[in-house]
């Protein structure tokens, strides 16, 4: 089983829709948990952490759930530029060595 | 900041050649990160360094791969050898301390004939 998974979709959405992507991660002793955004050909930049109250960043939602292993992130009123790979990242943190576990990535198309 | 810089952009070589790549991170950051991307595939990690030292290698870093970090500033990802097995992204990252932020470089592209 991979350390972290999640559906590679594509997840194809009209504009304006509300998408939810989840990522899953097998270590319980993980300690962090962000969103990388990745556009095609281009580097991973970061969109959000994930906090364990939840936490929304205008129209992005990212929430952890620790009990079930899981977080998500949620798009409501999605646009064009929106289409991107999402990376679900998994801070593994054995000693204090900080190692980002990445997701393969959720393909997300928003179509006009 | 002017962010963290890959040099080269792409390199294309033949199986069995030595390459090197770039990374300059950005200047305050004093850890530094490679990783190595396949098509369909998330960032995998390959190395990182705080300052001149490099605390961590993953297994996926075979004898055929070494990185340095000289001064601590700029560092160099050499693959001796080159197999088709290495075409990738290859990526740099760099932060300040454990929990900042990690940035990401534009990466090199390696394609191996």
């Known amino acids: 089983r991979k350390e972290v998974e999640q559906d590679p979709g594509p997840f194809n959405v009209p504009e304006g829709a509300t998408v939810a992507f989840n990522c899953t991660y097998s270590?319980?002793?993980?300690?962090?948990f962000f969103w990388y955004r990745q556009d095609c050909r281009k580097e991973p930049k970061l969109l959000m952490s994930v906090y364990s109250s939840g936490n929304e960043d205008g129209r992005f939602t990212a929430q952890l759930n620790r009990a079930s292993q899981y977080i998500s992130l949620l798009i409501r009123d999605s646009k064009l530029s929106d289409s991107a790979t999402y990376l679900c990242?998994?801070?593994?943190?054995?000693?204090?060595?900080?190692?980002?576990?990445f997701g393969t990535g959720t393909r997300l198309k928003v179509l006009a | 900041d002017t962010g963290v810089s890959q040099d080269p952009r792409h390199k294309i070589t033949k199986r069995g050649q030595n390459v090197t790549f770039r990374c300059d991170p950005i200047?305050?950051?004093?850890?530094l990160y490679w990783y190595r991307q396949t098509l369909g595939q998330g960032p995998e990690f390959l190395t990182y360094f705080q300052n001149e030292a490099q605390l961590e290698k993953s297994r996926l870093l075979s004898d055929r791969f070494s990185a340095e970090r000289p001064k601590g500033s700029f560092s160099t990802l050499e693959i001796q050898r080159t197999e088709q097995g290495d075409s990738a992204m290859y990526l740099c990252?760099?932060?300040?301390?454990?929990?900042?932020?990690?940035?990401f470089g534009p990466g090199t592209r390696l394609t191996v004939l």
């Open positions: 990252a760099s932060s300040h301390g454990l929990a900042g932020d990690r940035r």
């Open positions: 200047s305050e950051h004093n850890r």
């Open positions: 990242v998994v801070n593994k943190a054995p000693s204090g060595t900080y190692k980002y576990i």
């Open positions: 270590n319980s002793a993980s300690q962090s």
